[in-house]
């Protein structure tokens, strides 16, 4: 097979961490790798705890921006964001399930801790989950933002309290009240 992301270089049957089977491109380092052999490697080894690399940053990893190729179908891959942390996307075949990450990729989700679940990753669960996570964070940066930091904060720890609370409906109607004593309101 050729790889499809740098054009270059052949996919040579290879292991990740010497653990499961991929192919690796022989220029730009890319790995081929089928959910299945992922999956039967996981099922035999479901203690194995991958480590996560030491002296390894985000900018390691190569990210192809563009749509790639399956090296076996020859059709689109879709590509799938990998945490709400990092803009990384992996790609990925429908047609074969097979996933391509760049290289470094692997590198990437061994450091967010999701190496051992990257067939999870190819999910709608888990890309409504990065989706909703993201969403969550942009607000929490528009509230510290538009509040400032100690003022935000203070926010959250009465808004827990309040939620906490089995009046908290009356209770919400007093501290939005303009005067909570006055009959006219």
């Known amino acids: ?22 192919h690796t491109c022989t220029n730009c380092g890319g790995n081929w790798i089928l959910v299945e052999d992922f999956v039967s490697w996981k099922e035999k080894n479901p203690e ?3 480590p996560k ?16 190729l399956c090296p076996v179908s020859g059709t ?6 990998v945490t709400e942390k ?10 074969v399930g097979g996933i391509w990450l ?26 409504n989950n990065v989706r909703e996570q993201s969403a969550s964070n942009n607000f929490a940066d528009i509230y510290e933002s538009k509040f400032g930091k100690e003022s935000y ?10 939620n906490s609370q089995s009046q ?8 939005l009240a303009e005067n909570p004593y006055s009959a006219s309101e």
């Not at 990092?86 to 047609?95: C, E, K, L, Q, V």
């Not at 760049?102 to 890309?127: C, P, Y």
């Not at 908290?168 to 501290?175: E, P, S, T, V």
């Open 102 to 127: 760049d290289k470094g990729e692997w590198e990437l989700l061994k450091s967010e801790g999701i190496a051992g679940t990257i067939n999870n990753v190819v999910t709608q669960h888990w890309q």
């Open 76 to 81: 689109i891959m879709r590509k799938f964001r």
């Open 168 to 175: 908290k409906a009356d209770l919400r109607a007093y501290i």
């Open 153 to 162: 904060e203070k926010a959250k720890e009465i808004r827990e309290w309040l």
């Open 1 to 22: 097979m050729n790889c499809t992301s740098c054009k270059n270089g052949a996919l040579r049957p290879s292991f990740i961490d010497g653990l499961f089977r991929a």
């Open 53 to 68: 690399p030491s002296e390894w940053s985000e900018d390691d990893a190569m990210d192809t921006a563009g749509a790639m």
């Open 86 to 95: 990092t803009s990384h996307r992996i790609d990925y075949s429908n047609a």
């Open 48 to 50: 194995h705890q991958f």
